[in-house]
Nanobody
Framework: QVQLVESGGGLVQAGGSLRLSCAASGSIFSINAMGWYRQAPGKQRELVAAITSGGSTNYRDSVKGRFTISRDNAKNTVYLQMNSLKPEDTAVYYC?????????????????WGQGTQVTVSS
């Protein structure tokens, strides 16, 4: 009933840029925080960047100054602009959203994940 669909991954040389998009659709009342995570082979999934519904952001230290997260609340979409990419940024990137849905006479928030998009940075 709710889907997160990601796009924008691919192969890029070191120093290049990519822009990821993630659109939420379905039975949505509102969306709280949205974020991007990544998982490299053999490593745990880690938070890359997050943004609240009001636009407050936070980033992991290794991407500060290079990545920018933004969102379009009217389109239920979150973006990740990635500049000055490094080989160590190579991973599958996942979109995450805390979505509020109506449940009968009440509302509840649920955690949703996208399917992941591969980002590969060559040296």
């Amino acid at each position: 009933q709710v889907q997160l669909v990601e796009s924008g991954g691919g192969l890029v040389q070191a120093g290049g840029s990519l822009r990821l998009s993630c659109a939420a659709s379905g039975s949505i009342f509102s969306i709280n925080a949205m974020g991007w995570y990544r998982q490299a082979p053999g490593k745990q999934r880690e938070l890359v960047a997050a943004i609240t519904s009001g636009g407050s952001t936070n980033y992991r230290d290794s991407v500060k100054g290079r990545f920018t997260i933004s969102r379009d609340n009217a389109k239920n979409t979150v973006y990740l602009q990635m500049n000055s990419l490094k080989p160590e940024d190579t991973a599958v990137y996942y979109c995450n959203a805390d979505i509020i849905r109506a449940t009968g006479w009440d509302y509840a928030d649920y955690d949703y994940w996208g399917q992941g998009t591969q980002v590969t940075v060559s040296s």
